[in-house]
């Protein structure tokens, strides 16, 4: 099955000079003056020890308790088009921007299905009395 290597939640992403993408501000806890807010953010992730098969798909979803915020549905993952050689594993690595419309505080957890099965699950905390107004 699929693992992720690695998981960044950041407010802002960036390009180099090469086009290689640049991780700004990581976070797991946002503290906002008042809600609802807008919220932007990025989710970065690498996919590692799965099989290149056309019928991979990957989902994100983004919640708190019954309250769903965000649902990538599901999502073909892309194939490499050249030959490949019997030793070799793919690696991948994602980044989604996300307009989110967070009404209330709380706990939020990130939630990463490889092929509909859960491989991870990431919290972002929102709280109340912060300086932010995003």
């Known amino acids: 099955m699929a693992r992720i290597a690695s998981f960044i939640c950041c407010k802002k992403t960036g390009l180099d000079a ?7 501000s990581p976070i ?4 906002v003056r008042k809600y609802p807010i807008d919220f932007e953010v990025t989710l970065v992730l690498t996919l590692c020890e799965f099989e290149q098969d056309p019928e991979n798909t990957i989902r994100v979803r983004i919640a708190k308790s019954d309250t769903l915020l ?37 706990q939020y957890e990130i939630e990463i299905l490889f092929n509909e099965e859960n491989i991870g699950i990431y919290p972002l905390f929102f709280s109340e009395g912060g300086g932010e107004d995003v």
């Open 18 to 24: 090469e086009g290689n993408s640049i991780i700004q």
């Open 28 to 31: 797991t806890t946002v503290s």
């Open 70 to 106: 965000f649902d990538s549905q599901t999502v073909e993952l892309p194939l490499h088009e050249e030959k490949l050689t019997p030793d070799y594993h793919p690696i991948l690595t994602m980044s989604m921007g996300l307009d989110l419309k967070v009404e209330f505080p709380g």
